[in-house]
């Protein structure tokens, strides 16, 4: 029953599918010399006089679906911040790290000397990898983490792969058979392994200090923005330029959007996607099972969030 019930609900979201984030890396090439003025890409554009690619002075290192998108595009209206257009996967990808840091850096935007450099992965934050290849190249670096409710994030995480599953024309599964296995829950299945906040975060703690990594709200962050980008000016030590008129809620999405720039935008489709109806008793497995891992990331950040 429960999986014709997905069924039916996911046929009925069909007219959402959204394609995939873009995953790709730019693909213009710059000439070395990346000082503006003194060079062109080779598609023939000159960058803007007096600015300069330099490397992110801050990354948004994750948790995949915690509102990664959301957080850089609201950090985007600040005019001392320039973000960078795409995901980059460079320190979690091999063949990325293998190209260097001027392959990397050419893939920032052109920014002025005041302004600050942002780019966002959301994989880095469940990478093994990243946050030692990360210290390796900025010790100082400042970490920016949007987390939400971690039973939450696993069904929205389900949510994106099986929309990009359809767009693909692969076959899809109802989240109950993936959450569980045997009659138990499937901790194997990565979507809950992402969600193993206290996991991933002692990695961390291992290569940065926890003031170097500051944690947003990602449940505060849609129904309550401003307050959790004024944390982020503060710890990026941005003067306060964000305020409440930048964004409005937009009925339709039923999430805020942005203004700026005269301009006013939501978020790509495929960003507050409705999730499909859990099966209580499986939601109930699931989270009691979370509830150690979180207890556990409560004490290492020593601070608490207001998951179930
Ligand atoms: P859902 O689509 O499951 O609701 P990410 O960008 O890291 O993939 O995160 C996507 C999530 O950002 C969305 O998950 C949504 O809940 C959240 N979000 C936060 N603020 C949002 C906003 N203003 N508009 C759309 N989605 C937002």
Redo the contacts with the bound molecule.
Sequence with gaps: MACFLASVFFLVLQSYAAPP?LLQAAVTLHTLDLEAGTSANVSGDLPPPGTSKRAPHSIII??????????L??LDIHPEVAVAATEVHFFDWDENYAKGFEWYRDLMPYSYPRQITVEKT?GYFTSPLAPERIRAMNSSIKLLL?L?DPA?RV??DY??VYFNRLESHKPVQAIENLLVRNGALNTRYKAIHRSLYDVHMRNWLRHFPLEQIHIVD?DT??HD?LPELQKVERFLNLPPRIVSSNFYFNQT?G????RSDGRER??HE??????PAVNSTVLQKLRSYLREHNHSFYRLVKRTFDWQ
């Design positions: 984030e994750g948790v995949r679906k915690g509102g990664t998108r959301a957080l595009e609201m959301p949007i939400r939450e069904v929205s949510t994106q990602g962050l849609i923005p999405k999430f805020y959007c942005i939501c978020l495929s960003k507050g996607r409705p999730h």
